[in-house]
């Protein structure tokens, strides 16, 4: 029978092991070695079958922890972790040492939120999916060892994204195991013992509540909105049963209570604990775009005279917030339908919002307008209300500049103000143990252990470590078969699947179609010849979730199961189901090579490469993502894209054919090119030019350092900047952004003069060479712009010259852009003259014109208004537009 409800027993612990209780809530133990040492050394064999503190301590037996506590050695070993932990939690880090050199004073004084639909620490808390929550938790755990005073914010989810398994036929079934926060590393939130609720208005007069649990990662707290208590109906009490599952409707109810809840329940947590403010928010991709809003709800409902109006608050608001876009497909964006949003913010009789009080329904919908009317895009909502935005690779933030160009008329998709931090993977979560040992978990000293080590030893290494992923496939294979319903009979042959000294290859992710799980597969006669070679054997290990909803992906990973279950193939090639960070450790340590091959540009990132390489993986991938700008050819392989190719069919053909090619032309050989000692030592010479070179690259400290400095510290500084003078900055931005509204039309360029040598640019001597006299002229060109300004004055505006290389129909390439200065003139018709003076950088034929910018202070770059007007009668000339900013 089953339980109508679970609930946990602890029994308490002898006083002299009271800290154990302690070490297990803070999830530093996750990437702690000697912590989990310590666990493992109360019960090594519960430890291995769990690896979860908090379950250990629940299911030991109390005979002994009563011996534990009499053992003096267990006792200062204990000691010793909690003192640890103490100056871990205490003393200065990166950030407390360089908050002043980085001009961090006000990021120091307040800090960050991070908002996330998921987050994944580890495997004893399921509330993560993939790509997005592995780098939520790796961006906490590198922000606590780094000191950032930063607080995470996401959902607990009742059911957390779904177990997988397999059905006979090899079609993915999903499980939704019930998570008891009770048995988990979180506590709640309470005031004065009494549990803190968030309470968010719905459609009809209901309200939704929500309690808010923490977890402690190291330094950071990540609180965790849930709505499943008494309060709530059980629409409402469903809304944060599972992560990515319902409909449309749920997904919106999800990503209101993330935003608005979220903002909500920062503001309990820091008035019970005393933690400041922060000033800075980061919307960890468009699901938490809603937080915008309710910040300039806050704004608009302060007391009395200190109320700010919208345009106002919108202005702070904006210039603390960070976006970050992670999908390069305009299919990944949430698009909502507009009257659904419309219905949760709940207008009343005058078009003011319930959900939001003090807000206008329509301004806030037309922060999420994309040019249909019937639609509601939380990623333009999110750069709207981000000042400062970001991709996740160069290359995906290319891909992003493009993407959502339309939100900067005018403006070339390289000058889009949206940047880019290329993501990172957290390496003491990553690492393989055997590595820490040897190397240490000092990041800054690992490079130079690997450049010192023996090639015999690093070959010893991963020889070790590819023995314990054959040891784990062959276990996870069997318990795979039997949930199948194939008998221990059956299974046998799982015993002796795959060969320790056999070249491993792993492929690991979602089953995204975009992801091509079968490209491998596209001529299965010649994979299955590379797999049995005789001589040269390779395995490969496949593992990825498809969404529930996604028929094509279960389609997929089932195409693969069914070849793997070839009797002459089997031992070579294996899917393992329920693929998840525990798994995921055991791969990335012992594959050889990772595999990854998407369609080119459709990975943003594509962080499990990453992994692979801090422990000495090398990498065969489509230049694409992280890969696209780390690949140096000697860290791993490119294989070759067909990008532009129209027949997908075509182009999968191609880059299967490159696939195969390089596998049996290059990395196979290498891999089994010994040497007297048998050690490929070409091969482990890539290994240590990965571990050393790429390793410091790929690590979630860099990032985290890139958007403390690239993104954080301005944004903090920013703010202090505009709330200066009792927001005197905001609320001058807001006027000059009204003046813009009424005068921009006004806004034109008449016309350019140039004057030069025999005024005329085609007759100029190239760059660089000579005009006759002894030694070369560079040429130079003084350009004169007519601008009618309207109600702005000149310091008010940027208007800039360029000139550059032209096409053959007139589009200027690669400009040289110089700012134009304000004269004291004005042509006949009163408009002012902006002069300067241009120098091609290249010679051949060039073209030139003129544009004006608007220019405040409180601005961050020239395009953040999407505002731009170049000379009457050209094609860019298109009118005011919709920025970004508008």
Same mark, same amino acid.
């Given at each position: 029978?089953?339980?109508?409800?679970?609930?946990?027993?602890?029994?308490?612990?002898?006083?002299?092991?009271?800290?154990?209780?302690?070490?297990?809530?803070?999830?530093?133990?996750?990437?702690?070695?000697?912590?989990?040492?310590?666990?493992?050394?109360?019960?090594?064999?519960?430890?291995?079958?769990t690896?979860?503190?908090?379950?250990?301590?629940?299911?030991?037996?109390?005979?002994?922890?009563?011996?534990?506590?009499?053992?003096?050695?267990?006792?200062?070993?204990?000691?010793?972790?909690?003192?640890?932990?103490?100056?871990?939690?205490?003393?200065?880090?990166?950030?407390?040492?360089?908050?002043?050199?980085?001009g961090?004073?006000?990021?120091?004084?307040?800090?960050?939120?991070?908002?996330?639909?998921?987050?994944?620490?580890?495997? $004893?808390?399921?509330?993560?999916?993939?790509?997005?929550?592995?780098l939520?938790?790796?961006?906490?755990?590198?922000?606590?060892?780094?000191?950032?005073?930063?607080?995470?914010?996401?959902?607990?989810?009742?059911?957390?994204?779904?177990?997988?398994?397999?059905?006979?036929?090899?079609?993915?079934?999903?499980?939704?195991?019930?998570?008891?926060?009770?048995?988990?590393?979180?506590?709640?939130?309470?005031?004065?013992?009494?549990?803190?609720?968030i309470?968010?208005?719905?459609?009809?007069?209901?309200?939704?509540?929500a309690?808010?649990?923490?977890a402690?990662?190291?330094?950071?707290?990540?609180?965790?909105?849930?709505?499943?208590?008494?309060?709530?109906?059980?629409?409402?009490?469903?809304?944060?049963?599972?992560?990515?599952?319902?409909?449309?409707?749920?997904?919106?109810?999800?990503?209101?209570?993330?935003?608005?809840?979220?903002?909500?329940?920062?503001?309990?947590?820091?008035?019970?604990?005393?933690?400041?403010?922060?000033?800075?928010?980061?919307?960890?991709?468009?699901?938490?775009?809603?937080?915008?809003?309710?910040?300039?709800?806050?704004?608009?409902?302060?007391?009395?005279?200190?109320?700010?109006?919208?345009?106002?608050?919108?202005?702070?608001?904006r210039?603390?917030?960070?976006?970050?876009?992670?999908?390069?497909?305009?299919?990944?964006?949430?698009?909502?339908?507009?009257?659904?949003v419309?219905?949760?913010?709940?207008?009343?009789?005058?078009?003011?919002?319930?959900?939001?009080?003090?807000?206008?329904?329509?301004?806030?919908?037309?922060?999420?307008?994309?040019?249909?009317?019937?639609?509601?895009?939380?990623?333009?909502?999110?750069?709207?209300?981000?000042?400062?935005?970001?991709?996740?690779?160069?290359l995906?933030?290319?891909?992003?500049?493009?993407?959502?160009?339309?939100?900067?008329?005018?403006?070339?998709?390289?000058?889009?103000?949206i940047?880019?931090?290329?993501?990172?993977?957290?390496?003491?979560?990553?690492?393989?143990?055997?590595?820490?040992?040897?190397?240490?978990?000092?990041?800054?000293?690992?490079?130079?252990?690997?450049?010192?080590?023996?090639?015999?030893?690093?070959?010893?290494v991963?020889?070790?470590?590819?023995?314990?992923? $054959?040891?784990?496939?062959?276990?996870?294979?069997?318990?795979?078969?039997?949930?199948?319903?194939?008998?221990?009979?059956?299974?046998?042959?799982?015993?002796?699947?795959?060969?320790?000294?056999?070249?491993?290859?792993?492929?690991?992710?979602?089953?995204?179609?975009?992801?091509?799980?079968?490209?491998?597969?596209?001529?299965?006669?010649?994979?299955?010849?590379?797999?049995?070679?005789?001589?040269?054997?390779?395995q490969? $290990?496949?593992?990825?979730?498809?969404?529930?909803?996604?028929d094509?992906?279960?389609?997929?990973?089932?195409q693969?199961?069914?070849?793997?279950?070839?009797?002459?193939?089997?031992?070579?090639?294996?899917?393992?189901?329920?693929?998840d960070?525990?798994?995921?450790?055991?791969?990335?340590?012992?594959?050889?090579?990772?595999?990854?091959?998407?369609?080119?540009?459709?990975?943003?990132?594509?962080?499990?490469?990453?992994?692979?390489?801090?422990?000495?993986?090398?990498?065969?991938?489509?230049?694409?993502?992280?890969?696209?700008?780390m690949?140096?050819?000697?860290?791993?392989?490119?294989?070759?894209?067909?990008?532009?190719?129209?027949?997908?069919?075509?182009?999968?053909?191609?880059?299967?054919e490159a696939?195969?090619?390089?596998?049996?032309?290059?990395?196979?050989?290498?891999?089994?090119?010994?040497?007297?000692?048998?050690?490929?030592?070409?091969?482990?010479?890539?290994?240590?030019?990965?571990?050393?070179?790429l390793?410091?690259?790929?690590?979630?400290?860099?990032?985290?350092?890139?958007?403390?400095?690239?993104?954080?510290?301005?944004?903090?500084?920013?703010?202090a900047?505009?709330?200066?003078?009792?927001?005197?900055?905001?609320?001058?931005?807001?006027?000059?952004?009204?003046?813009?509204?009424?005068?921009?039309?006004?806004?034109?360029?008449?016309?350019?003069d140039?004057?030069?040598?025999?005024?005329?640019?085609?007759?100029?001597?190239?760059?660089g060479?000579?005009?006759?006299?002894?030694?070369?002229?560079?040429?130079?060109?003084?350009?004169?712009?007519?601008?009618?300004?309207?109600?702005?004055?000149?310091?008010?505006?940027?208007?800039?010259?360029?000139?550059?290389?032209?096409?053959?129909?007139?589009?200027?390439?690669?400009?040289?852009?110089?700012?134009?200065?304000?004269?004291?003139?004005?042509?006949?018709?009163?408009?002012?003259?902006?002069?300067?003076?241009?120098?091609?950088?290249?010679?051949?034929?060039?073209?030139?014109?003129?544009?004006?910018?608007?220019?405040?202070?409180?601005?961050?770059?020239?395009?953040?208004?999407?505002?731009?007007?170049?000379?009457?009668?050209?094609?860019?000339?298109?009118?005011?537009?919709?920025?970004?900013?508008s």
């Open positions: 029978m089953k339980a109508f409800r679970r609930f946990t027993v602890r029994v308490p612990l002898p006083t002299e092991l009271a800290d154990l209780t302690t070490v297990a809530h803070n999830l530093r133990w996750v990437w702690h070695a000697p912590t989990q040492d310590l666990f493992a050394a109360i019960d090594p064999e519960l430890w291995d079958a690896g979860d503190p908090l379950r250990l301590l629940a299911d030991v037996e109390p005979e002994r922890f009563t011996e534990l506590a009499g053992d003096p050695t267990f006792r200062d070993r204990l000691a010793g972790i909690r003192d640890d932990l103490d100056r871990y939690l205490t003393e200065p880090r990166w950030f407390g040492d360089t908050s002043s050199d980085t961090a004073a006000e990021l120091a004084a307040h800090g960050i939120a991070y908002f996330s639909m998921e987050f994944g620490i580890s495997e $004893v808390l399921p509330i993560y999916s993939g790509g997005l929550g592995i939520a938790g790796d961006h906490l755990k590198a922000a606590s060892d780094l000191g950032l005073p930063l607080i995470g914010v996401g959902l607990f989810y009742g059911s957390g994204y779904f177990h997988q398994s397999l059905s006979h036929d090899g079609w993915q079934v999903e499980r939704y195991p019930v998570n008891d926060p009770t048995s988990l590393p979180l506590a709640p939130l309470s005031d004065g013992g009494d549990p803190v609720m309470t968010i208005a719905m459609p009809g007069g209901r309200v939704l509540s309690r808010v649990w923490v402690t990662v190291g330094r950071i707290p990540l609180l965790l909105l849930d709505s499943d208590v008494p309060a709530n109906d059980e629409e409402l009490r469903s809304i944060t049963d599972r992560l990515y599952g319902g409909d449309q409707d749920h997904r919106i109810k999800q990503e209101i209570l993330l935003g608005v809840g979220g903002v909500r329940a920062v503001r309990e947590y820091v008035r019970i604990t005393g933690r400041p403010e922060p000033t800075v928010f980061h919307m960890n991709e468009g699901h938490a775009g809603f937080l915008g809003v309710e910040r300039i709800r806050e704004m608009t409902s302060r007391p009395g005279t200190d109320a700010l109006d919208f345009d106002t608050a919108e202005a702070v608001v210039a603390s917030n960070v976006f970050t876009t992670h999908t390069p497909v305009p299919a990944g964006i949430d698009r909502f339908p507009r009257d659904m419309r219905y949760y913010l709940d207008a009343d009789g005058d078009g003011n919002s319930r959900l939001l009080p003090g807000l206008s329904v329509a301004t806030v919908l037309d922060l999420g307008d994309e040019g249909d009317p019937g639609v509601f895009n939380m990623a333009h909502m999110g750069f709207r209300l981000g000042q400062r935005s970001n991709g996740v690779s160069e995906h933030g290319a891909v992003s500049r493009e993407m959502f160009a339309d939100l900067w008329p005018g403006f070339d998709a390289d000058e889009v103000p940047g880019a931090v290329t993501n990172g993977v957290h390496g003491p979560t990553w690492v393989a143990r055997t590595w820490l040992d040897l190397a240490g978990t000092d990041e800054d000293s690992q490079p130079d252990a690997f450049s010192a080590m023996p090639a015999t030893e690093i070959w010893r991963r020889s070790t470590l590819r023995a314990g992923l $054959v040891d784990e496939v062959r276990r996870r294979a069997h318990d795979s078969g039997r949930d199948r319903g194939f008998t221990d009979a059956e299974l046998g042959w799982t015993a002796d699947i795959f060969d320790p000294d056999a070249l491993t290859i792993g492929f690991a992710r979602r089953a995204a179609t975009y992801k091509r799980l079968t490209l491998m597969l596209r001529d299965p006669d010649r994979m299955r010849r590379i797999l049995t070679d005789p001589e040269r054997p390779v490969l $290990v496949i593992a990825g979730k498809a969404h529930p909803a996604d094509g992906g279960k389609s997929l990973i089932q693969v199961v069914r070849f793997t279950e070839d009797p002459e193939l089997r031992d070579r090639i294996v899917f393992l189901p329920d693929y960070i525990s798994m995921a450790r055991d791969i990335y340590a012992g594959c050889d090579v990772w595999l990854n091959n998407p369609v080119r540009p459709m990975e943003a990132c594509g962080t499990s490469g990453m992994k692979s390489a801090l422990n000495g993986g090398l990498n065969l991938s489509i230049l694409d993502g992280w890969w696209d700008e690949a140096d050819g000697e860290n791993g392989w490119a294989i070759p894209s067909a990008e532009g190719i129209p027949d997908d069919h075509r182009r999968d053909d191609l880059e299967a696939l195969y090619s390089l596998l049996e032309e290059t990395v196979i050989p290498l891999f089994y090119a010994r040497s007297g000692d048998g050690v490929p030592e070409r091969w482990v010479e890539m290994v240590r030019h990965t571990l050393t070179r390793g410091p690259r790929v690590q979630a400290s860099r990032m985290v350092r890139d958007y403390t400095t690239a993104l954080y510290v301005p944004a903090a500084d920013q703010f900047s505009i709330c200066a003078d009792d927001f005197a900055p905001a609320r001058d931005l807001a006027d000059y952004r009204h003046v813009l509204e009424r005068s921009w039309p006004a806004v034109q360029i008449a016309g350019i140039e004057a030069g040598s025999n005024n005329a640019l085609g007759s100029h001597p190239p760059a060479e000579s005009s006759g006299s002894d030694s070369p002229q560079r040429v130079s060109l003084t350009l004169t712009a007519h601008v009618a300004l309207g109600e702005l004055t000149p310091d008010r505006v940027c208007v800039q010259a360029l000139l550059g290389r032209v096409t053959a129909d007139g589009e200027i390439t690669d400009p040289v852009v110089a700012e134009m200065t304000p004269t004291d003139e004005t042509d006949p018709s009163g408009r002012t003259l902006f002069r300067s003076t241009v120098v091609p950088a290249r010679s051949g034929r060039h073209g030139y014109t003129a544009r004006v910018l608007p220019r405040h202070s409180q601005l961050s770059d020239d395009a953040e208004l999407g505002l731009v007007r170049y000379p009457v009668g050209t094609a860019e000339d298109a009118g005011p537009g919709r920025g970004s900013g």
